[in-house]
């Protein structure tokens, strides 16, 4: 069976300190990797996705990068923290891109608090 | 503006009652999705359903591509069934762009 993992569960950092957020999902070989955050009250958005290793596309900017290191690796990091960074990241992953039957299994998200 | 929008907002259901979320997008769109958020935050994906009408258990959803519209009916709601709504279309295939949610509150 397929599991995603997202770490931390929660985290509260300071505006200007850094930031790496992790997904991992084990089960499944070459899985296409998304990164969504969402504002407190705010629309889901997508910030990148992956679709093999060491590649990564930006969809939103927010002064945020993604590396994908390993096939079932994704990680979300700043080098320095915004306060419009705070919301709720979720990872997840697909198996069939850009089909229209594609299906995306979520992750259980990080929350993100920047004081 | 909002390429996708979904209405009500919200919605108050005494259980056992049925519900209609509408999802009204402003481009074309090769992928239309359906999924539940939890309150807690997490996402299920509950539906892709680019055009026509699809089942799964008490969830029905029909998009009509050509007026780029979609609705996602629940029959006999459940407490479960509680939380939000939401609806997404593809970004030119690449990413997924959601609307605000339609916020279900289904009360025993």
């Known amino acids: 069976a397929q599991t995603i993992h997202q770490w931390p569960v929660a985290e509260i950092k300071a505006v200007g300190s850094p930031l790496s957020l992790g997904c991992t999902i084990k089960g499944k070989s070459s899985p296409n990797l998304y990164w969504y955050w969402q504002a407190t009250g705010g629309t889901l958005q997508q910030l990148f996705y992956s679709i093999t290793v060491g590649q990564v596309e930006s969809v939103v900017q927010l002064n945020l990068s993604a590396s994908r290191p390993k096939d079932d690796q994704f990680i979300l990091s700043t080098e320095k923290l915004l306060l419009s960074h705070s919301g709720f990241y979720l990872c997840?992953?697909?198996?069939?891109?850009?089909?229209?039957?594609?299906?995306?299994?979520f992750g259980p998200g990080t929350r993100l608090l920047v004081l | 503006g909002q390429q996708v929008q979904q209405s009500p907002a919200s919605l108050v259901l005494q259980e056992g009652e049925n519900a209609e979320l509408q999802c009204n997008f402003s481009?074309?769109?090769?992928?239309l999705q359906w999924f539940y958020q939890s309150p807690g935050g997490s996402l299920v994906s509950l539906l892709s359903?680019?055009?026509g009408t699809k089942h799964t258990g008490r969830l029905t959803s029909t998009t009509v591509t050509k007026e780029r519209r979609s609705s996602l009916h629940i029959s006999s709601s459940q407490t479960t069934d509680s939380g939000t709504y939401l609806c997404?279309?593809?970004?030119?295939?690449?990413?997924?762009?959601f609307g605000t949610g339609t916020t279900v509150s289904v009360s025993p």
């Open positions: 997840a992953w697909s198996l069939n891109w850009g089909a229209n039957q594609d299906t995306q299994y």
């Open positions: 359903n680019p055009s």
């Open positions: 997404a279309i593809d970004r030119g295939g690449r990413a997924l762009i």
């Open positions: 481009s074309t769109a090769t992928q």
